[in-house]
């Protein structure tokens, strides 16, 4: 597998915050050019005109996409009334709706109530399959897929402003935090719906995604700009741990021993005195530190053994890696567009 010219060192995490235009993939394919490393991958798609975080996994980080891949969301969604899109949002071609737009009163009282696990059919144009086609494909095509709807969670939605300069047109700014598989250009345009108008989503940026928030992410080109300077030492410099964004995960702490078994991809008992985490604490998986903080590796426990799911040193990472080589490379998770 190639490696970076940082060796080993060059794994971990790097928030983007990603600016309009570039695709998710761009992004990617900038940081691996960066960083002149091949395994990048990220945590979630954004589409061009949005804007936002945006994890990028580099190195042994790509191995714990999976375990973000249902974090929760938050989003700043520009929600314009009074006309449909053929594709939910500001790219698609609109139409006028025949009904009277709403009033503020009105948008706050439906936000209100649109809390709680609800049925979500995705829009048109999105990379749901339909008899093995992607719906957009068929959406471009010509033919309107039929799209079965989806449970998803919304936690909380709130108004953020608004703007009744014109009264036919007005315009929403709504935070939305939302259950990983939510599409906010399908709840702009349920939202119009439910008032009894239409509306469709005119600006989008992830304000939050699981652990990752904007405050702390990295714009783009200051990571072009360190790269310049230092090279891929610029991009190591901004990176944050494996483990970032998995505390749920309880923490063990290994001795030698243990460390040299994990690293041999073999189970290990909790033996190490205090380290153990609680048994009354279930949790779906552990994190595994050496003596020196760094992650081993993240386990499952298995009738009272902790065994290696990732293994991130020795022997077991190597052999796991070549199978991963092999099957998929470079990494880029797929998900769901906004």
Same mark, same amino acid.
């Given at each position: 597998?190639?490696?970076?010219?940082?060796?080993?060192?060059?794994?971990?995490?790097?928030?983007?915050?990603?600016?309009?235009?570039?695709?998710?993939?761009? /992004?990617?394919?900038?940081?691996?050019?960066?960083?002149?490393?091949?395994?990048?991958?990220?945590?979630?798609?954004?589409?061009?005109?949005?804007?936002?975080?945006?994890?990028?996994?580099?190195?042994?980080?790509?191995? /714990?996409? @999976?375990?973000?891949?249902? +974090?929760?969301?938050?989003?700043?969604?520009?929600?314009?009334?009074?006309?449909?899109?053929?594709?939910?949002?500001?790219?698609?071609?609109?139409?006028?709706? &025949?009904?009277?737009?709403?009033?503020?009163?009105?948008? @706050?009282?439906?936000? *209100?109530?649109?809390?709680?696990?609800?049925?979500?059919?995705?829009?048109?144009?999105?990379? /749901?399959?339909?008899?093995?086609?992607?719906?957009?494909?068929? *959406?471009?095509?010509?033919?309107?897929?039929?799209? %079965?709807?989806?449970?998803?969670?919304?936690?909380? %939605?709130?108004?953020?402003?608004?703007?009744?300069?014109?009264?036919?047109?007005?315009?929403?700014?709504? +935070?939305?935090?939302?259950?990983?598989?939510?599409?906010?250009?399908?709840? %702009?345009?349920?939202?119009?719906?439910?008032?009894?108008?239409?509306?469709?989503?005119?600006?989008?940026?992830?304000?939050?995604?699981?652990?990752?928030?904007?405050?702390?992410?990295?714009?783009?080109?200051? =990571?072009?700009?360190?790269?310049? &300077? +230092?090279?891929?030492?610029? =991009?190591?410099?901004?990176?944050?741990?494996?483990?970032?964004?998995?505390? &749920?995960?309880?923490?063990?702490?290994?001795?030698? +021993?243990?460390?040299?078994?994990?690293?041999? $991809?073999?189970?290990?008992?909790?033996?190490?005195?205090?380290?153990?985490?609680?048994?009354? =604490?279930?949790?779906?998986?552990?994190?595994?530190?050496?003596?020196?903080?760094?992650?081993?590796?993240? &386990?499952?426990?298995?009738?009272?053994?902790?065994?290696?799911?990732?293994?991130?040193? $020795?022997?077991?990472?190597?052999?796991?890696?070549?199978?991963? *080589?092999?099957?998929?490379?470079?990494?880029?998770?797929?998900?769901?567009? *906004?």
């Amino acid at each position: 597998m190639a490696r970076s010219s940082l060796g080993a060192g060059l794994d971990g995490i790097l928030v983007v915050d990603k600016p309009v235009g570039p695709t998710s993939h761009d /992004v990617v394919a900038l940081v691996r050019r960066l960083a002149a490393t091949r395994r990048v991958g990220h945590g979630g798609t954004l589409d061009p005109f949005a804007t936002g975080v945006l994890p990028v996994f580099l190195g042994q980080a790509t191995r /714990v996409v @999976e375990y973000h891949l249902g +974090d929760d969301k938050s989003y700043r969604a520009t929600v314009c009334f009074g006309a449909t899109s053929t594709t939910d949002d500001l790219e698609g071609e609109l139409t006028l709706a &025949a009904g009277p737009a709403p009033d503020q009163a009105a948008v @706050e009282a439906v936000l *209100a109530r649109s809390t709680g696990r609800i049925l979500q059919r995705p829009p048109a144009f999105s990379a /749901v399959k339909v008899a093995g086609r992607r719906a957009y494909a068929m *959406a471009r095509a010509g033919v309107v897929p039929e799209l %079965a709807p989806r449970a998803v969670s919304i936690h909380a %939605a709130r108004l953020v402003s608004w703007d009744g300069s014109d009264p036919d047109r007005p315009i929403a700014i709504v +935070d939305v935090d939302c259950s990983a598989g939510t599409y906010i250009r399908a709840f %702009a345009r349920d939202l119009g719906e439910t008032l009894g108008n239409a509306a469709y989503l005119g600006a989008l940026s992830r304000t939050a995604s699981g652990p990752f928030r904007v405050a702390d992410a990295i714009p783009l080109e200051a =990571i072009r700009a360190a790269a310049a &300077a +230092d090279g891929p030492a610029g =991009i190591l410099a901004r990176l944050r741990p494996i483990d970032d964004g998995l505390e &749920a995960f309880p923490l063990v702490t290994l001795g030698p +021993d243990e460390v040299g078994a994990i690293s041999r $991809g073999q189970a290990i008992r909790w033996a190490s005195e205090g380290n153990a985490p609680d048994p009354a =604490i279930e949790a779906p998986h552990y994190r595994l530190v050496d003596p020196s903080g760094a992650l081993v590796a993240i &386990a499952t426990l298995r009738d009272g053994r902790l065994a290696p799911d990732k293994v991130l040193v $020795g022997a077991a990472r190597r052999s796991s890696e070549s199978v991963e *080589a092999a099957s998929a490379a470079p990494v880029e998770p797929a998900t769901t567009r *906004a």
